[in-house]
């Protein structure tokens, strides 16, 4: 082989492309991050935790959700998943809302109360979003949509407990909560075993096509 031959081959070499690095899943970091915080809420809801300690599952809210979320939503953008990125940016702005707005009840800031009348005000307008964000995804496996269907049911029954007073809606909230929960962990799980190597579980066919 000749010096000029090597000059070349090493110049190919030289030129070839390096392997992409793997683009990694967000879903795996958002899905296992949701889970504190909305069983916090859930156990809560159902009187796990008295009522007047609510200020003890904010840090869930808005450590875990809140801020965890939003990296997974970042870092869906950079992949351009920008769906995956939507879907994670609004439960974190969500739970981040949620947090400032249960930090305020148990405070007094911004002139709230645990009865106060704009609290229905910020449920109605999130069970709009949760609806529509159902809506709109309903191209995704029936487990997606499924998750998203219940965690719209869990506001809207909060939202009924907040006209109403009946404490019967907040434990329904709470058992709508863990219904969603364990969905949400479930594709969990699904894609912590596909990114092992493992073989991907049943999801359910999409509704709409």
Known sequence: MSVESDVQSGAHAA??????????NPALLGLATFLP????????LVGYLPAGD?????PALVFSNGLFLMISCIWAA?????AVSAIFGTFSAFWFSL???LAGVTNGWFALTA??????????AWLIVFVALTLSTLRLPLAFSA?????????????????TGSAIFN?????????????????????????LGGKAMSMGNPIQR
């Open 15 to 24: 030129a070839a492309p390096a392997p992409a690095a793997p683009a990694g």
């Open 37 to 44: 915080g909305a069983l916090s809420l859930g156990l809560w």
């Open 54 to 58: 609510v200020g003890g599952i904010i």
């Open 78 to 82: 950079r992949l351009g998943a920008s």
């Open 99 to 101: 947090g400032v707005l």
């Open 115 to 124: 009865t106060s009348t704009p609290l229905p005000t910020y449920l109605l």
């Open 147 to 163: 998750g998203f269907l219940f965690v719209s049911i869990a506001v809207a029954l909060v939202l009924a407990n907040a006209l």
């Open 171 to 195: 434990t329904l909230a709470g058992i709508s909560v863990f219904v969603f929960c364990a969905i949400f962990a479930y594709i969990w799980v699904d894609g912590m075993g596909q990114e």
